[in-house]
Every structure is written in structure tokens, then in C-alpha cells.
């Protein structure tokens, strides 16, 4: 990658996220008041409607509920193709994410992941993840 990545707008709803993945962690959103974990972050709970919420560190353990690969088009900071995953966090929610080091033959369905730091030339930190066999 010689390119520099786009990097996400940072506001007060996400800030904590990116924050927290700069620390090598995974971050998920959860009402306080229902408990109900939420991704991507955003203001209002779609439980019970609660703006009231902290966050949690996932173990970063899941399994690939859905994928795409991605060809086209080309950003710079990118290096392609690119394995696009849904995945089923352990923790009983669900995120999209780049699955890294691997070839898009071997991804399939309900293969075991496990996240890893993805770190670019200027220090920008992405949680992504990677079939756990090779973790």
C-alpha cells in the first residue's frame, strides 16, 4: 500500500470507536439501559430508543456470516481485490470488515475469524480480520 488510506470523518458518535482500535482493541456500542449491542455506532438505541450507552471491548472472535469481493472500483490506499466480510461476532452482533491475508477462494461461509490490527505508513490503525487457522 503506498497510498494513504480515506480516512473515516470523526465525530462525537464514533470518535470512542476509532479511539479504541488506535489501542488495538474492537469496540461495540451497548444500550445501557436494554443492553442491546449495536454496530456501526450511532446516538439511539433500535431496542427501546435509549440515547444512553457505553461500549465494550469484543474478543474479536466470529465467523463469516456473508462476503463480497471487491474489484472496482480503485482507491488509492487499498490493495486489491478486496474480501469484504460480514461477520457474526461472538458476542451476538454483527459488523462488516476487510478479511485480510488470505485469497478470495478460500473465504466461504461460517469460517472462523478472528480480528487482527491492520496498521498503515502514517500509523492509522483499521480493525480487520483473518481466517483464525492462520491467526
Request: charged share 25%; aromatic share 8%.
Amino acid at each position: 500500500m503506498d497510498a494513504t488510506r480515506i480516512k473515516p470523518p470523526l465525530g462525537p458518535d464514533n470518535r470512542w470507536w476509532w479511539d479504541m482500535a488506535n489501542k488495538d482493541k474492537l469496540g461495540i456500542q451497548r444500550c445501557t439501559d436494554c443492553k442491546a449491542l449495536r454496530h456501526p455506532p450511532r446516538p439511539m438505541c433500535g431496542e427501546c430508543r435509549s440515547l444512553e450507552w457505553d461500549a465494550v471491548e469484543a474478543s474479536g472472535n466470529g465467523t463469516i456470516c456473508s462476503y463480497t469481493v471487491l474489484t472496482h472500483p480503485r482507491f488509492p490506499g487499498y490493495d486489491y481485490p478486496l474480501i469484504i466480510v460480514l461477520v457474526d461476532l461472538a458476542e451476538g452482533t454483527r459488523l462488516t470488515s476487510q478479511l485480510v491475508n488470505c485469497t478470495p477462494e478460500e473465504v466461504d461461509f461460517e469460517l472462523p475469524v478472528v480480528m487482527t490490527i491492520q496498521q498503515d505508513a502514517d500509523g492509522f490503525k483499521l480493525p480487520v480480520f483473518q481466517l483464525a487457522e492462520r491467526a
